[in-house]
């Protein structure tokens, strides 16, 4: 079976207070920069076998709904390549 | 006297106040508590199981997330179904909103301030074996940096409608949590989860110099109470 890597790219919700974001916003701005917002998430790449891009998707779906996400508090984004 | 209540307290790799329930339960209880590795899949007989506090699986990817999957955690659904009951400390309570225990989640404290203190709670019920018999207002340690209680508002809508809030603190979260939740139970009662530590303000040998003893009534009442309830049959180990 062919490999796919996924990228999972997981963010709090835009209604959640991310306090480290505004922690490092605020660092940011004593440093003289110009930022408006900044959010912090989190980034994980698995290598998964499957037997087409679309099945290596869903399988990553199924990862992100059981344990990589807390869809209370987060939301998530895909990214599927081969190899 | 009712037999004692039989306690369980769920060992994780990680978490580091289990001899802290011990110590009360069973050195100052008298309870027979046995401590339950994460890997084993039955609780035995038990009245009680205790998920305490630490940092379970170094709380990796999110606290008490990689715990809910723990072998053990599937006999703990199951007790909890049957009306068990269960009870969260600190990441015990991260555990069980991650598990779907109870609702909501808890997040990275606002400010970001890891906060260890002494805090002064409001107790919104008296009717459950957890709280029977307090005072409306208590004082109990807490220490955690990812205590923030957050959910939607229609979730908190329905915590206030089936009165799960159980503790408040008062005046303010200083964690952020929306409406300043410590501890909610699910809508049978028999789950409770807190940050706060009832286990660190139990103990009369530690009472004089640190803590106080306002833990001290709810784990009398599950000694004294607890084993009724399975008794009756409330649930089967």
């Not at chain 1, 004593?30 to 679309?54: F, M, N, P, W």
């Not at chain 2, 899949?41 to 940092?55: I, K, Y």
């Not at chain 2, 955690?73 to 779907?100: D, H, T, Y």
């Not at chain 2, 709280?131 to 220490?143: C, D, H, N, Q």
Request: glycine share 10%; aromatic share 6%; net charge negative.
């Amino acid at each position: 079976m062919p490999t796919y890597t996924a990228h999972v790219d997981i963010h709090l919700q835009p209604a959640v207070l991310d306090p480290a974001g505004v922690a490092v916003q605020k660092s940011l701005q004593q440093l003289g920069h110009r930022v408006a917002q900044v959010r912090i998430g989190k980034s994980i790449r698995l290598q998964v076998t499957a037997t087409d891009e679309t099945q290596a998707r869903k399988d990553v779906e199924a990862m992100c709904a059981q344990l990589l996400v807390n869809p209370v508090i987060e939301t998530f984004t895909i990214t599927i390549e081969p190899g | 006297m009712a037999d004692l209540a039989r306690f369980g307290v769920v060992v994780f790799p990680g978490s580091n106040c289990d001899r802290d329930v011990v110590q009360i339960t069973q050195t100052c209880l008298g309870c027979p508590t046995r401590l339950l590795w994460h890997e084993e899949t039955s609780l035995g007989d038990v009245d009680v199981v205790v998920l305490p506090g630490g940092f379970s699986y170094g709380d990796y990817l999110r606290c008490g997330a990689l715990a809910r999957f723990a072998p053990i955690m599937r006999a703990v659904r199951v007790f909890a179904e049957q009306g068990g009951l269960v009870l969260g400390i600190c990441n015990g309570f991260q555990i069980l909103v991650e598990a779907g225990l109870l609702p909501g989640a808890l997040m990275r404290n606002q400010h970001l301030r890891f906060i260890c203190d002494q805090v002064r709670l409001r107790v919104e019920r008296t009717d459950l074996i957890w709280t029977a018999g307090y005072a409306s207002e208590i004082t109990l340690p807490i220490a955690h940096g990812e205590g923030c209680y957050q959910c939607d508002p229609a979730t908190l809508a329905e915590l206030e409608a089936h009165r799960q809030i159980v503790f408040r603190y008062d005046p303010v979260a200083e964690n952020g949590s929306v409406a300043n939740i410590a501890g909610i139970c699910n809508r049978a009662g028999n789950v409770l989860g807190l940050m706060p530590h009832p286990e660190r303000a139990a103990d009369p040998e530690l009472a004089r110099t640190q803590g106080g003893m306002d833990g001290w009534r709810l784990w009398q009442n599950l000694a004294q109470m607890a084993r009724a309830r399975t008794d009756k049959g409330i649930l089967a180990g």
